[in-house]
Every structure is written in C-alpha cells, then in structure tokens.
C-alpha cells in the first residue's frame, strides 16, 4: 500500500513560480512511476506529467512542455513538480498519482493517488 501526501500548492500570480512535492510512504517507492494530474472546477481530471520509476524517463501533456518539470529524489521518497510561467488556466487541484505499471498518460493506469493540493494562478 502507498500513501500519497501533496503539499506546495498555494495563490501565485501569472508568471510566477510554484514547486509541487509528493511524499510517498510504504514499501518499493523505487518501483513505481509517478504521475501528476489535474482537475479544474468543472473539468475532468487530465495528465500533466509522468516519471518513471527510474527517472530516465519524463513524459508531459502538451498544455507544460516546456514550463513543467516533473522529477523524483527516490532517497526521500518525494516527488516534485516544478511549474514555472504559470496562467490562469493552471488554476486547478493537483493530484500525486502512482502506478506499478506501464506509464500511461490517463487516470485509469494508477493505483494510488494523493488527496490533491490547490493552485490558484490569478491575472
């Protein structure tokens, strides 16, 4: 069983800068890749971005190539997210996802996920 603990969301202005992180507990954090998601009011969940379980890998939706940087310090057991020139259409909760899968862009392919941490982008 892992548990998922999201923190570092908050209300940044257009532009600026937050870190996401991802605490994980329980066994073989090592083993599994990692995903971001997030949920507008309104909208449906969508992917951000995804590690792999060695970190070789990053993979990210279309929408933050190029402004996310999603990696992982296995000797913590943490996950960041790292968004830099954030908008107002980032606005949304934030969700740390796990999966001991193959690495998939959509919500079904994960097992665990986190209780979600608000960014608020205002103009």
């Known amino acids: 069983q892992v548990q998922l603990v999201e923190s570092g969301g908050g209300l940044v202005q257009a532009g600026g800068s937050l870190r996401l992180s991802c605490a994980a507990s329980?066994?073989?954090?090592?083993?599994?890749?990692f995903g971001w998601f997030r949920q507008a009011p309104g909208k449906e969940r969508e992917f951000v971005a995804v590690?792999?379980?060695?970190?070789?890998?990053?993979y990210y939706a279309d929408s933050v190539k190029g402004r996310f940087s999603i990696s992982r310090e296995n000797a913590k057991n943490t996950v960041y997210l790292k968004m830099n020139s954030l908008k107002p259409e980032d606005t949304a909760v934030y969700y740390c996802a796990a999966t001991a899968g193959v690495v998939v862009n959509n919500t079904d392919g994960y097992e665990y996920w986190g209780q979600g941490t608000q960014v608020t982008v205002s103009s």
């Open positions: 590690i792999t379980w060695s970190g070789e890998s990053t």
């Open positions: 329980g066994p073989f954090f090592s083993s599994y890749a």
